[in-house]
């Protein structure tokens, strides 16, 4: 992926790591549109930052549609879909109304990226030099004992951005994945103000120099999240859930 000169969709673009990376990648030179539900958030964060907006609920597949089609009238040249949706809610599965969490999880973190790699894969491929980018985490391989639906749908994202990248393969789309460690965001309540968690600015600093240094790159794993992405291979998974479980 080119650094700068891409017109970008960042679905989930207006809070967190979406946020961060859809400022970053304006400020390296590329046109950027944040997506949300909320509109009002949407129409502050573009009249402060001057991204484009696009209204989008990634649960509803007839939102997803409509976002697409408003987006690519507005910016026909879109070459990048960053494919990130995300929430992470602690459940209990001792206890039979996990399932709700569960199943809400599920349809964010997993249904909500496919909807949007289904919605944008034709038009992508129409382009010279395009790219999907998904977001999983460390936690896809060394779980949280708090977050089993969240750890599950993330691995799903990571086998999922393993496979497509397969079948892309010989077109003009390359596919990367961003493997976040904990970071300091409100992801979960008071996640941000854990001091052994990552700072934001940190993690996007180092992707972003990460996607520069590396343009053929099919995961960006900053030094933090290599402990947990590579533990099983390493020899070393029980300890490295000892420690993802110790905060």
Do not use: C, W
Request: no cysteine.
């Amino acid at each position: 992926m080119r650094i700068s000169g891409n017109t970008i969709f960042i679905a989930g673009g207006t809070s967190g790591i979406g946020l961060a990376l859809a400022q970053r990648l304006q400020n390296a030179g590329n046109t950027v549109v944040i997506g949300g539900r909320r509109t009002d958030v949407l129409d502050r964060l573009a009249a402060e930052h001057g991204f484009g907006a696009a209204t989008i609920d990634i649960s509803d597949p007839a939102s997803v549609v409509s976002a697409r089609d408003a987006v690519l009238a507005a910016h026909p040249d879109l070459n990048v879909l960053i494919a990130m949706a995300g929430i992470m809610v602690a459940e209990d599965v001792t206890k039979a109304d996990f399932l709700e969490v569960a199943e809400r999880t599920i349809d964010t973190n997993v249904l909500g990226p496919v909807r949007l790699i289904s919605a944008f894969s034709e038009h992508l491929q129409a382009r010279p030099d395009a790219t999907i980018v998904t977001v999983s985490s460390g936690l896809a391989h060394t779980p949280l004992r708090l977050t089993p639906s969240y750890n599950a749908s993330k691995a799903f994202i990571h086998q999922f951005t393993e496979s497509i990248r397969l079948q892309f393969a010989g077109t003009s789309v390359q596919v990367i994945e961003l493997v976040p460690p904990a970071l300091r965001t409100e992801l979960m309540p008071g996640q941000s103000q854990v001091e052994a968690f990552l700072p934001l600015d940190d993690y996007v600093d180092e992707t972003m120099s990460l996607l520069a240094s590396r343009p053929a790159a099919t995961e960006i794993l900053v030094e933090r999240v290599k402990p947990l992405r590579f533990s099983e291979v390493n020899g070393a998974y029980e300890q490295a859930i000892a420690m993802v479980n110790s905060h």
